[in-house]
Each structure stands twice: as C-alpha cells, then as structure tokens.
C-alpha cells in the first residue's frame, strides 16, 4: 500500500509525501503543486475491465493505483460515499451518443449539476480521512476552514461537498450581483451548520485576490492557530485530491464505449475539453499517460483564449488582454493553474524550468517554454476558440438537428471537437453543466437573442427556475434536476455582503470562526 508518493513541480517537497499529507497541504511549500512521483500504468486489459464494476469501484482501483495510503475500508467508504445516490443516474457520468460518433460525457449528474461534482463529492472525504489520519499519527493538530473565491459553479459544489463534513468549516465568497439568478440561490440556500457564504463588493477577479492575500498572511495564520485551532486551505483544482478524481472518467469512459461496442477495443479516441483552469484536460492527459488509447487532446476555449493561443504559439502571454465576459463564465479565466502541472510532465519534470517560467509570469505576465516542450505539447493537443455569437449558435443547431440540449461551456467543446477532430476517430466531449445552470444563455440561444440584447420583459421578469420551467415546456426536455428546480422554495440563509479588501476577508472569516465557537 501507498507505494507512489507525491513531489511538487517546483522541487521544494526533498522527501516525497504520502497522499495523506499532500491532500491535506493542497499547494506545496514555496508554491508548487504536487504531482505524483510517477504515473501508474495500466493495461488494457485491466482498463476494459473496469467496465464490469460500478462507478465507485473503478474510482477505487484508479485511487489505488496512485499510491493512496489508505485502507481498503477507508477507500471504499470514500468512494461509496461520493459516487452514490447524490447523483441522478446511477452510472454516475453516462454517455449520450451523437451522429458522427461523438459521445458526450455528461458530468453534470452530481448534487449541484456541474462537473465540479465530480471532484468535490471527492475531495472533502479525501480530506477529513487523510486529516483524521495525520491526527492519529501525531501529525496534525489543528482542524481546518476552507476559504473558497468562486464565479459561480466551484463555491456550490465545495459548499455541497464540504456541508456537515467533521472537522471542516467552509466559507465562499463570489461576486455581489456577478452570478446568476440561480447560482445565487443554489449557494445562499445552503444547508449545513459548518458552512457561510459572503457576496463581495466588487468582480471575481476581487475576491480571488482578496482570498489569496489572506491565504498568504502568516500573522493572520498564527492568530488563528492560537486563537481558533485552525487552519486555511483552499478548495480549488491546485489540489491533488481534486485532480485525481478526474482521470477516473475518461479511463471509465473508454472501457464503457467498448463495452458498449461503440468504440473497438484498442481503437484509439479524441478527448475534447472545454478549458478554463486546465485541471479537467489535464485529468485527460493524465488517463492517457496511464495507459487509455487516447489519441488526442482538444483543447477549448471561448473568447479567453489564452490557453488556445499558448498551444498554438509557445508563449503565455496575458500582458495585455482583456477578460471578457462570455456566456460560459467558468471558462472566464487568464491565469490557468494546472498547466503548471502539465509543463512539468512535457518538460520531463525540470522544476528548474518550471519556477523560472512562473517568476517570468508573476513579473512580466508572460513567459514563452523551449522549442523541446512546445513540440511535445503540439504532438497532444490541438486547441481552438468559440466565440460568444458561435457558442449560441451550436446550441441550437444541436438541439434543432439532434434534440440534444447542451449548456454554453459543453456548446464551446462540441464546436471545436468538431473543428479540430479527424473523421474516423470516435470523439468524446466533456459535458460540464447541466443546461439549466444557464438557462438565460440557453434560453438566448434558443431564440436567436444576442447576449448584449435585452430579453422580452415577460422573460426577463421571470427567476432563474420560472426560465428553466418555460425552456423545458418550449423544447420538450423536461429533465430539470431536482436541486435546480426546488430553489424557488427554499429559504434563504445567507445575504451578508463584505468589501472585498483582505481585512475584511479576515474580520468575516473570525466572526464566524466565534460564530461556530
Ligand atoms: C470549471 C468549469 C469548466 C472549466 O474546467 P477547468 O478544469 O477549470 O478547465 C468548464 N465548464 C464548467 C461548467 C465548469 O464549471
């Protein structure tokens, strides 16, 4: 048990960690991330085999072949837990089958209806195991908060995950006025009586900052530890316990399409991703290191397209562009974190190379890899963007062509995998959000309505769930989750608003430490 252990891209962890630790510290000493020290392969034989278990199992054997140092019971649990009757379907991420051999791989069956379910139904049993592991070890005294900034989608499905788990608090913020009508619901409606939520004056891109002041204040980590017994950590894709819950779908996916005779065993697969901090593609990557006949990785993006432009040219360049506004906000990102991780493994692990470029980012907001390593990421991915008037617009030719209702982040993926793909190489596209998390955008596209237009006012009066109900009734696919279609009737409990500078980041955060005593 527990034979691989962990190292971090820039070469400060000297003796490697157990899973336990790494999961717990999330970012390691001196900024890096932790990766495994090597990758697990399988055989085929063993990936098809999978296809024989539940969902949960397959998690299991992926989890153990990255070295987890936990038991058998302790794993089962975990993943019993996460991969269970919270989702919807009980394959956990099925597959709709498109003409033109294109199989979408739906993510969004999980409590909150984004692919982030998938990770963070994960995640927080990960974390209280490995703490209360370290604790009985002597390793770990302090309990833990997790501080989380959001733009919509990571703050709810952390919220879910983490509600009631021992030992851990949660506190999100996102931006005042910047989710949408359901977004807002699903987080200020939250159960549990570990968890707060604060609206921030100002955008995303304020709150991040504001967290990430507050994750680097040693003094404001002492008083907590003095005065609270606890410590911050952080929820997001940087942490391996949320990174490695990923790669189980697409190896799960192929053995799935040969079991189901769509794909024959061995035949290689395109995988096509709709990209924003790169964690998702990266698990990709990742499934086909491990041994998953995956020819190809797409990479997509929407009018951020810095990542696009990265695999296209060599250079990270965010000098000077704009964050715009799109109608797939989760792809709204400039500086995506796990393509740290990425370069690490195409560099053939040179932490070296890896601190360097990322001084050169920090300073100059740009940093351009070698001639070696943009070869070798041009021999995995293909990448291209979707702009905003495109993405709408692929929604609705699906639907009218297939009867398949996607939402924009999925439109994105689907647009390019049909771009960029060969034509007898079987396609499978990340499918991240269920179409009612975005039910304004879906309902745009639908009706040919611009985003910078208004909605008729009869629309526009209504709330997000009131929308859904109109678009399933027009469309006729009535399959809006329960957790969406219930928030009209909940009450709502959180409505506090905070600056967004760190001290008032800080002052929010002990109120409800004292709150919770
Ligand atoms: C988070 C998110 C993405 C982007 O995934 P990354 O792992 O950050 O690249 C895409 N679509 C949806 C719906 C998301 O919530």
């Not at 717990?24 to 090597?38: I, K, M, S, T, W």
């Not at 140092?69 to 919270?86: C, P, V």
């Not at 604790?135 to 983490?162: P, Q, W, Y």
Request: hydrophobic share 40%; net charge negative; aromatic share 8%.
């Amino acid at each position: 048990m527990g034979e691989i252990r962990y190292v971090d891209t820039r070469g400060a962890v000297k003796e490697p960690m157990e899973f336990t630790e790494a999961v717990v510290h999330g970012l390691a000493p001196g900024g890096g991330l932790f990766v495994p020290e090597e990758i697990p392969a399988l055989s085929l034989e063993d990936i098809c085999g999978l296809a024989e278990l539940p969902y949960a199992q397959r998690a299991a054997r992926i989890y153990r072949a990255f070295g987890v140092d936990l038991t058998d019971a302790q794993l089962g649990e975990i993943t019993t837990g996460a991969y269970g009757a919270n989702f919807d379907d009980e394959r956990i991420c099925p597959m709709t089958s498109l003409p033109g051999d294109v199989h979408m791989l739906e993510l969004w069956h999980g409590p909150t209806s984004a692919f982030k379910d998938m990770a963070l139904q994960c995640l927080p049993r990960f974390f209280s195991t490995s703490a209360a592991e370290l604790r009985a070890r002597g390793k770990l005294s302090d309990k833990h908060m997790i501080l989380v900034a959001t733009s919509g989608d990571t703050g709810k499905a952390a919220l879910e995950g983490f509600c009631d788990v021992d030992g851990v608090s949660i506190g999100v913020m996102y931006p005042d006025g910047g989710v949408s009508d359901i977004q807002f619901k699903q987080m200020a409606t939250q159960r549990g009586s570990n968890v707060r939520v604060w609206g921030v004056r100002g955008n995303f891109d304020d709150c991040q900052t504001g967290a990430k002041t507050v994750f680097d204040d040693d003094a404001f980590a002492k008083s907590l530890h003095d005065e609270y017994q606890i410590a911050l950590s952080s929820a997001n894709s940087i942490n391996w316990g949320r990174l490695m819950p990923q790669i189980v779908y697409y190896v799960s996916a192929y053995a799935q399409l040969v079991a189901d005779g769509k794909v024959e065993r061995g035949t290689q697969i395109d995988v096509c991703v709709p990209t924003g901090n790169f964690g998702n593609i990266l698990a990709a990557y990742y499934a086909r290191r491990m041994g998953t006949p995956i020819r190809r990785l797409l990479c997509a993006s929407n009018e951020n397209r810095v990542l696009t432009d990265f695999i296209n040219t060599g250079t990270y360049d965010i000098s000077d562009r704009e964050f715009v506004k799109t109608p797939s906000p989760s792809m709204d990102i400039l500086v995506s974190s796990n393509l740290e991780r990425q370069l690490f493994e195409l560099t053939g692990r040179d932490s070296a190379a890896i601190a360097g470029w990322m001084t050169d980012l920090k300073q100059s907001r740009r940093f351009k890899v070698d001639r070696d390593t943009f070869a070798g990421m041009r021999e995995l991915y293909s990448a291209d963007s979707v702009d905003n008037a495109e993405c709408l617009e692929t929604i609705r030719e699906v639907f009218e062509r297939d009867g398949y209702l996607m939402d924009p982040h999925t439109a994105v993926a689907y647009k390019v995998a049909e771009r960029l793909r060969e034509d007898d190489v079987p396609v499978v596209v990340a499918s991240t959000a269920h179409w009612a998390k975005f039910g304004n955008n879906v309902y745009r596209a639908l009706h040919g309505i611009a985003l910078d237009e208004e909605l008729p006012g009869e629309v526009s009066a209504l709330t997000g769930c009131e929308l859904n109900k109109l678009i399933a009734r027009e469309t006729g696919v009535d399959n809006v989750p329960f957790g969406l279609s219930e928030l009209d009737d909940l009450p709502i409990r959180f409505t506090e608003v905070i600056d967004g500078n760190a001290d008032a980041i800080k002052e929010a955060v002990c109120a409800f430490l004292e709150f919770r005593g």
